[in-house]
């Protein structure tokens, strides 16, 4: 039986927490801090996120789906995001 793995994103203003469950890890959380910009980077965020079976991000709107299209651009997966507003 494979396990699913869930990555749990928490973008606020100056950093994005990344937190994945499952696997062979109960949780492990990334920060990623922005340098110098005034957002994360979120092509390091989609790298921490990595190859998880389910996305959930959580934030402002507008970060959010900055998040989303640059995840979708580089994974190809839109599939895995999961919308939290709807739950």
């Known amino acids: 039986?494979?396990?699913?793995?869930?990555?749990?994103?928490?973008?606020?203003?100056?950093?994005?927490v990344v937190t994945t469950i499952g696997g062979s890890t109960v949780g492990a959380a990334a920060v990623v801090r922005s340098a110098g910009a005034s957002t994360p980077d979120l092509g390091r965020v989609v790298h921490e996120i990595g190859d998880a079976d389910r996305v959930s991000i959580v934030g402002p709107r507008l970060r959010r789906l900055d998040l989303e299209r640059a995840y979708v651009a580089i994974s190809h997966r839109p599939d895995r995001l999961r919308d939290l507003d709807s739950a």
Do not use: G, P
């Not at 396990?3 to 994103?9: L, P």
């Open 1 to 16: 039986m494979t396990s699913v793995t869930e990555a749990i994103v928490v973008l606020e203003a100056d950093r994005a």
